[in-house]
């Protein structure tokens, strides 16, 4: 029998080996098409979560590239049945008590929750990592969504909130948190809902628990509303700002003072960026209830329910309002202040406001309260004026109330404008522009004149 040569049996060989790669590829390839769907469906989520989270779906596509990127939502999966859309699944990604708190959750065409699954956790077992067992995670299944979840310690009074898990607020709250997010992004991408603002509270007379009958804005360094009764200011609301858990988003706070008892009446939070279900129980009672009353002097920073960075931006904003009102609004008038010399301060009638000032029972000087319009014809600078009685010199002026535009007529609160008038002779005074701010100047220097004439034909009657 005549031998193959041995071209031709690598010949042989080599075909026979193409033959298979050929029947293989196209053995693979069918079984791909049949099975892709799956394939998809099983890398993005697999079949055990999805048939909790998203029970009704038969396929799953991964939308995610078709949005921005989001904080916490990491991946976004459109899922389908018989070609219909069933619904969103979402896979989100958040820090709870530790990082890497992974949720997925499953909302229906209507924007509610079908149910949800914690799906990564290394919070701490027996506590946080509870959040991923069904007496927690549970409470979100089948709830509608016309509000945002909260997490309550206590037995929930509303579908809307839902029951931390003992212990471990900060978990609870974590995944509350990304579920929230994902509601929200469901509706305002997918649904098209337009998303409402919580109106910002301002605060008023009765939310500040302040007594009076007016409250107007006054200008200063930091926002201030004045409050009197019968024209007489009675206490003040300060803004004040501090970072939070978020350095590029302050709290900001609006924090109430009695003027005769010298206590916080009430704090209000204006502004805040705090996260949802976390940080954001500043915004409950309970949390303001706690400077209610208290002597308005620096306070030691307290943590709040779990809430630390969050609850010690605020308590450094309140901080911030306690110094502003102490060192500017509540200043006034006294020996050493007006560069006076004496040991007592006397309060004395006449057509101005004037304290005399006595050193050993002998009248050694006066302060006189006088005031004249500034920029706002409606809105008068208020001076204190001090006299030495012994060489008649004016010895310092105090802006006691303006409401001049701040960074122009406010330079008239610089200690280099008072220090003009410190050590003149108690003659009327040419009236000067300083430094931008002319009718204010002009205001301030016209008080001083009627100070000055006051201090010489009442005061001063008769010589010393």
């Known amino acids: 029998m005549k031998k193959k040569s041995l071209v031709s049996e690598l010949l042989t060989l080599g075909g026979t080996l193409m033959l298979i790669c050929i029947i293989v590829a196209g053995v693979v390839a069918f079984v791909y098409n049949g099975t892709k769907e799956q394939i998809a469906m099983n890398n993005a989520v697999n079949a055990e979560d999805l048939a909790v989270v998203m029970p009704e779906s038969e396929a799953i596509e991964d939308v995610t590239a078709d949005y921005e990127e989001h904080e916490i939502i990491t991946e976004i999966y459109k899922a389908t049945k018989g070609g219909d859309v069933v619904g969103y699944v979402y896979k989100m990604m958040i820090a709870g008590y530790k990082p890497d708190l992974g949720t997925l959750v499953g909302i229906d065409n209507d924007g509610n929750v079908v149910a949800a699954k914690v799906t990564q956790s290394s919070e701490t077992p ?21 509000s945002s979840f909260q997490v309550v310690k206590g037995t929930p009074a509303s579908d809307t909130e839902i029951q931390a898990v003992s212990g471990a607020t900060i978990s609870s709250g974590a995944v509350t948190t990304s579920i929230n997010e994902a509601v929200k992004f469901h509706k305002e991408n997918i649904l098209g809902e337009e998303v409402v603002e919580v109106p910002v509270v301002e605060p008023t007379l009765e939310n500040m628990n302040l007594s009076g009958d007016a409250m107007n804005e006054i200008a200063g360094d930091l926002k201030t509303l004045e409050v009197t009764t019968g024209g007489e200011v009675t206490g003040y609301v300060v803004y ?3 970072p939070g858990y978020y350095e590029e988003s302050p ?3 609006a924090v109430g003072f009695d003027n005769e008892s010298k206590t916080i009446t009430n704090i209000l939070i204006i502004e805040q960026n705090e996260t949802p279900g976390l940080g954001d129980v500043i915004l409950e009672d309970g949390f303001a209830q706690q400077f209610q009353g208290v002597a308005a002097e620096e306070l030691e920073t ?17 901080n911030q309002a306690i110094e502003y009102y102490h060192n500017v609004l509540m200043v006034e008038p006294g020996v050493e202040n007006m560069r006076l010399t004496g040991d007592e301060m006397v309060e004395i009638d006449g057509e101005y406001k004037t304290v005399e000032v006595r050193n050993q029972g002998e009248v050694s000087g006066y302060i006189v309260y006088t005031s004249n319009p500034g920029y706002y014809e409606d809105k008068p600078i208020e001076v204190a004026v001090s006299f030495d009685a ?13 409401n001049e535009t701040q960074g122009l007529g406010t330079v008239i609160t610089e200690d280099a404008f008072a220090e003009m008038f410190q050590d003149q002779p108690s003659e009327e005074m040419s009236v000067q522009v300083y430094s931008g701010a002319s009718e204010s100047s002009k205001g301030v220097y016209r008080a001083v004149n009627k100070a000055i004439l006051y201090f010489n034909d009442v005061l001063m009657q008769g010589g010393n």
């Open 126 to 146: 027996g506590l946080g990592a509870l959040v991923s067992e069904e007496a927690f995670i549970s409470q979100f299944t089948g709830k509608e969504t016309s």
């Open 240 to 242: 004040a700002a501090n």
């Open 251 to 253: 709290i900001r706070v």
């Open 302 to 318: 307290q943590i709040y329910s779990g809430a630390s960075e969050s609850s010690k931006g605020v308590y450094k904003a309140v």
């Open 390 to 402: 012994a060489t008649r010199e004016v010895k310092n002026i105090m802006i006691v109330r303006q």
